[in-house]
């Protein structure tokens, strides 16, 4: 069978112990297949949920293909994006001579997942417009300051255009943690508090910060993850439009 001219994307994710991850990540690309049904679009993951990317790339080379577009399906620039993810591809396209990968940028810090993330909160109960409502923003953590920063401008926009009073949470790796974050909430007037995940599926991290913030509260609101949006796989494919015709040129 010979190849499609068009690169394959292959969308990568973290990966989890959790099989409800996988199983989100799956389910949203399903949503981009459907919205670009030429388009032959596979999974993989960085660690602990298969297939490996480097499985994947390995994979279409035997296929015959020699253009690849990978998506990293990240919402921010730490680690994984700056140093596991090139070093995976490097290690591929060394024993796959004629290869070449193109990888897209991450999902990132973008309007539309902001908006979703939202919605999520709405969609569990929050009422964005109570002024006694107190917002946590739970996201990963990271040793890398930028993309924290990144994370708590998130909040500052919400704070700024929304009138919305929040702050960053992370999991790990960062401060304010789950605890830190509700204190400073009701320190600044909370009465109320709702949980917002920066995270695109279930799973370990999420599950913990959703314990400790009902640990604080018993009453908190908590959002689902970003999961498998429409917006969000129209943003995987603009990523590949954008890598892949990079790529032709």
Request: hydrophobic share 50%; charged share 20%; glycine share 8%.
């Amino acid at each position: 069978m010979t190849p499609s001219l068009t690169p394959p994307l292959v969308a990568v994710a973290h990966g989890s112990r959790d099989p409800r991850s996988a199983a989100t990540i799956r389910a949203l690309l399903d949503v981009s297949r459907g919205l670009a049904p030429g388009l032959d679009i596979r999974e993989s993951f960085l660690d602990l949920s298969e297939p490996l990317l480097t499985e994947t790339l390995r994979g279409l080379y035997a296929e015959g293909h020699r253009e690849v577009v990978v998506v990293p399906l990240l919402l921010g620039v730490a680690y994984h994006a700056r140093v596991d993810l090139p070093a995976l591809v490097a290690e591929v396209t060394a024993d796959c001579p004629g290869l070449e990968v193109r990888v897209s940028g991450v999902l990132g810090i973008d309007p539309l997942i902001e908006t979703v993330a939202l919605d999520r909160l709405t969609e569990a109960g929050a009422d964005l417009g109570d002024p006694d409502l107190g917002v946590l923003l739970a996201g990963v953590g990271s040793s890398n300051v930028a993309a924290n920063d990144a994370v708590a401008g998130i909040t500052t926009r919400w704070q700024l255009r929304r009138g919305l009073l929040a702050t960053p949470a992370f999991a790990s790796a960062a401060q304010p943690d789950v605890p830190a974050a509700i204190a400073r909430l009701r320190l600044n007037g909370a009465r109320r508090l709702a949980v917002a995940g920066w995270f695109l599926a279930p799973g370990l991290l999420p599950d913990r910060i959703a314990r400790l913030a009902r640990e604080a509260d018993p009453s908190v609101i908590v959002a689902g993850p970003l999961g498998p949006d429409p917006r969000i796989a129209g943003l995987v494919l603009e990523r590949y439009d954008v890598a892949a015709s990079r790529l032709a040129a």
